[in-house]
């Protein structure tokens, strides 16, 4: 996993090199990361899809600028878009679990929280071949027994612009600017257009501020900071 996300984070690094000097630099693409000292991190962060108009166009926007992100899916909607959820992992995006109808998982027995959790990771698993996906709850409500039956590292954030409530471009955008911060982890859904469209403001924004996207096992192994099964991580503030 370490070392799958150090080859993704020097995908991004010449893609952001290439964004910024127009050229490509003189770096094998294999190489073991050499963060510059002082680099800006932060992981962008969508939930409750795929859907497949709006993520499919997220996706070519982050494309072209080289950003690769986390997606935490519904496993219920990854049946009839795999080819999406296929495209994510191929193009370097970390996948997690996001619940398989959209529940809050507290209270749950440990049956009911296996066919949340339990349900999605095979449905991604079926479609992927690999099996280290992440988790977020819903509403980012978890208690002792989430955490025991998780079974992965649980990824909150620290960044909410709270993008559903009005669905407004501007006001999302603006607000992920100005609360950015290295190390820093974004929440947003890809299945709003107007996320979709702020998302990839923001993402130019940062980027003329000199941050690096990445995903979330990427932040966090950059920082040092090993994920564990069961613990809760809500960014990797230096
Ligand atoms: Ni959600």
Same mark, same amino acid.
Request: glycine share 8%.
């Given at each position: ?52 108009? !709006? ?50 998982? !507290? ?6 929280? #296996? ?13 992927? #071949? ?20 998780? #079974? ?71 920082? #040092? ?14």
């Amino acid at each position: 996993m370490f070392k799958r996300g150090v080859r993704r984070l020097t995908a991004a690094v010449l893609a952001l090199a290439l964004l910024l000097t127009g050229c490509t630099p003189a770096v094998e693409v294999d190489a073991a990361v050499e963060l510059p000292e002082g680099q800006k991190l932060i992981a962008l962060t969508f939930d409750d899809g795929p859907r497949r108009s !709006t993520t499919t166009r997220l996706l070519d926007g982050l494309a072209e600028r080289g950003v690769q992100a986390t997606f935490f899916l519904i496993g219920a909607q990854v049946e009839h878009n795999e080819d999406v959820v296929r495209r994510m992992d191929e193009e370097g995006h970390q996948i997690g679990i996001h619940t398989f109808d959209h529940v809050t998982l !507290t209270g749950l027995n440990q049956a009911d929280f #296996g066919a949340q959790v339990g349900k999605s990771r095979e449905a991604l698993k079926a479609v992927l #071949g690999h099996n280290d996906f992440l988790l977020r709850p819903p509403y980012g409500i978890l208690d002792e027994s989430v955490k025991r039956w998780a #079974g992965c590292p649980i990824i909150l954030w620290s960044i909410d612009p709270e993008d559903w409530r009005d669905q407004n471009t501007r006001r999302v955008a603006a607000e992920v600017v100005a609360e950015a911060r290295d190390g820093g982890i974004i929440l947003m859904h890809d299945i709003f257009p107007e996320s979709v469209d702020a998302a990839l403001e923001i993402v130019d924004a940062l980027h003329a501020q000199g941050y690096l996207f990445c995903t979330v096992d990427q932040l966090f192994a950059a920082r #040092g900071i090993p994920l564990e099964a069961g613990e809760s991580y809500w960014n990797a503030y230096p």
